[in-house]
């Protein structure tokens, strides 16, 4: 069955970084588009990032333009998001979900199980 486990979450100082990591098992994940999203608490689930297939194109929201990096590594499964310069605001379980490119949470397949990112001031 597929599965996408997140990882790298925890508790970092504002300014500070973190990466996020994805393993993707039970799919063929060089060939699906990934994302990312987050959701704080009492908040609706918000796009933050999405990669082709390929690695060859990227989008972001507003919010994390210019701070986070998605990637991927299709040789290992694997799906990152690299967050610098985090903001309090940032604070907020972060999923991997696989199938899509779009903004909107719907639209993709499969969902990680998330993992919390809280960011201090």
């Known amino acids: 069955q597929v599965q996408l486990v997140e990882s790298g979450g925890g508790l970092v100082q504002a300014g500070g970084s973190l990466r996020l990591s994805c393993a993707a098992s039970?799919?063929?994940?060089?060939?699906?588009?990934m994302g990312w999203f987050r959701q704080a608490p009492g908040k609706e689930r918000e796009f933050v990032a999405a990669i082709n297939w390929t690695g060859g194109r990227t989008n972001y929201a507003d919010s994390v333009k210019g701070r986070f990096t998605i990637s991927r590594d299709n040789a290992k499964n694997l799906l990152y998001l690299q967050m610098n310069s985090l903001k309090v605001e940032d604070t907020a379980v972060y999923y991997c979900?696989?199938?899509?490119?779009?903004?909107?949470?719907?639209?993709?397949?499969?969902w990680g199980q998330g993992t919390q990112v809280t960011v201090s001031s």
């Open positions: 979900a696989a199938g899509s490119m779009s903004t909107r949470w719907p639209d993709y397949v499969f």
């Open positions: 039970g799919l063929p994940f060089s060939t699906y588009n």
